[in-house]
């Protein structure tokens, strides 16, 4: 892993709290609500284990693949837009977030057609207990991500009128969006790939 | 601020600022812990709602429930319906200080209209119901397990006006520039949300972690809705502090 | 000692994220369409790079590298709770 011992001009000191104190608090809950789903879920795992094995085989891992790969690529512009509008390219921070929240909405229609997908193969919520945990779980995270999406419309009205324009505010959502990729993966590695 | 109220009376003798300046919104605050203490005693020791009795029983099992639980339930019932009316205090007081904020007064209005509504559903409905299912002990046995399943359905599931109810607090914090409440409260109000909607499943599920003594549905929402309560007295206590004497609250 | 500006650090990352997630599902798929039968090492192999992956964008991307001490501490605790609670489990299941 890379490390860097002097900042660069585009670099914050050391021991800067990115956003603010606030967003962290919720950050932190939500981890821990989400912490609770997936320790949740591996109990009902221990104890059904044949039953969510076999549904895993269902579930399409190449679509999850996708999304993580959509999400990560979100989460790198929205990263990107924070470092330029530090720097005061606003222009350039504005076309960034547009493109990370064009991201999520990608991951939204992907996500929906999989949904879809599983549906029609009969794999609703009340199927079994499996598909119980993936379509709440899922579920749960798709209303984060849209809820992320008013967070970058947020920070792009807020990127546009010069007299707001506060880093606090675009680096929170910024965290708030991370925090959203941050739990895919975790949901991408139980739910798809881990057996 | 649109319209100011009519003037708060003025001091009238140097004795008056002596007593207890905020001693109504005191009262009021102290109704809170009181309130929820009772609601605790009511729903978890007296009338065993709270956890909830399994949905994924037989018709016996729900009656010799009943049987079991008929005098406290009885007891318990009747108290809520006497002290209930002192939610409404509880959210008076937290509607109150949503006026003080620099929004319009519609989030207190539909902050008020949500728990009034919701109160229905999330407390009284299931009351009566047990009420009604341990009232005569000969009623058909089906019609008992008919009581209990709308009792808890309707206690458990009964998120839809405290979903709006938390969005609007969460709403009225965030946009308030005479903070209040600081804005965390605003992110945990909203983090309730969130879970809240984990509890749209009860319909569908008699067990599992989704059902409506679920280890998700229940036991989470349950212990996240206990640490907002928490924050809230907490933060009613600082802000009704930090109050000024005279401050003119919008109408 | 390097310095990186911070875009070309941003990208480096989300390279190195994208290749483990390809190498995550390669595994996976690998092992083809008979995934009915659990398998330790795959698991093992598939929480690890999840892990390394979070922490990239925990450290990274949010930017907790450079905060306070007890946040690096806090975030650095869930992942190892969440993901070391899942291993044991699936090792008992």
């Known amino acids: 892993m890379v490390s860097i011992l002097e900042t660069t001009p585009t670099e914050q000191p050391r021991w800067h709290l990115p956003g603010d104190i606030n967003i962290w608090v919720f950050v932190l809950a939500d981890l821990f609500s989400f912490a609770f789903y997936f320790v949740v879920f591996m109990v ?31 989460s790198r512009f929205v990263a990107l837009a924070v470092q330029t509008a530090r720097t005061g390219d606003y222009r350039r921070a504005t076309r960034l977030v547009s493109l990370g929240g ?14 879809f997908r599983e549906i029609a193969d009969g794999f609703t919520l009340p199927r079994n207990e499996f598909f119980m945990f993936y379509f709440s779980i899922t579920g749960v995270h798709l209303f984060h991500v849209l809820i992320g999406l008013l967070v970058l419309a947020l920070i792009l009205r807020e990127l546009r009128e010069p007299s707001l324009r506060r880093a606090s505010m675009v680096e929170a959502g910024a965290i708030y969006w991370h925090m959203v990729d941050l739990v895919w993966i975790v949901i991408f590695a139980l739910l798809y790939l881990a057996r | 601020m649109t319209g100011a109220t009519a003037a708060l009376p003025a001091r009238v003798s140097a004795r008056d600022d002596q007593r207890s300046p905020k001693l109504d919104l005191w009262i009021c605050w102290w109704v809170f812990p009181a309130f929820y ?14 956890p909830p009795p399994r949905p994924g029983v037989g018709v016996d099992q729900i009656n010799s429930f009943f049987h079991a639980h008929g005098t406290t339930i009885k007891l318990g019932f009747a108290l809520l319906m006497v002290f209930i009316g002192l939610a409404s205090v509880t959210n008076g007081l937290v509607a109150f200080q949503m006026k003080r904020m620099s929004v319009k007064p519609i989030f207190t209005y539909a902050y008020i209209a949500t728990l009034a509504v919701g109160a229905v559903p999330g407390a009284l409905f299931a009351a009566f119901a047990f009420l009604a299912a341990v009232f005569r002990p000969d009623r058909d046995p089906h019609l008992v397990a008919l009581l209990y399943d709308v009792g808890l359905l ?41 879970t809240e909607l984990l509890a749209a499943p009860v319909f569908v599920f008699q067990k599992g972690a989704f059902a409506w003594n679920g280890a998700i549905s229940f036991y989470e929402g349950t212990v996240i809705f206990v640490v907002f309560l928490g924050c809230l ?16 609250v919008q109408d | ?46 929480l690890a790079i999840a892990s390394v992956k979070s922490r990239l964008i925990i450290r990274q991307y949010m930017e907790v590298r450079t905060a306070p001490t007890c946040l690096r501490r806090a975030t650095d605790a869930w992942l190892v709770v969440v993901m070391v609670t899942i291993a044991v489990m699936y090792a008992y299941a």
């Open chain 2, 233 to 248: 007295i907490v933060l009613l206590r600082r802000a009704i502090q930090q109050q000024p004497m005279d401050e003119l």
């Open chain 2, 37 to 50: 203490t009772l609601f605790g005693l009511i729903f978890v020791v007296l009338t065993r709602v709270m």
């Open chain 2, 154 to 194: 309707t206690f458990v599931g009964s998120l839809g006006c405290f979903t709006t109810n938390y969005l609007v607090l969460a709403l009225a914090i965030a946009l308030d520039k005479n903070k209040v409440f600081p804005m965390w409260m605003a992110y945990i109000t909203f983090w309730q949300i969130a």
């Open chain 1, 44 to 74: 009902y795992r221990i104890e059904h284990g044949s039953v969510f094995l076999d549904s895993q085989r269902h579930l399409n891992l190449t679509t999850g693949a996708l999304n993580t790969l959509v999400l990560l690529a979100s």
């Open chain 3, 1 to 46: 000692m390097r310095r990186i500006p911070a875009e070309a650090r941003i990208d480096c990352v989300w390279i190195l994220l994208s290749g483990l997630t390809v190498v995550a599902w390669g595994l996976a798929k690998v092992h083809g369409e008979h995934r009915l039968t659990p398998s330790g090492p795959e698991t093992v192999a598939v």
């Open chain 1, 102 to 115: 064009l991201c999520g909405i990608l991951f939204t229609l992907i996500k929906s057609y999989e949904w």
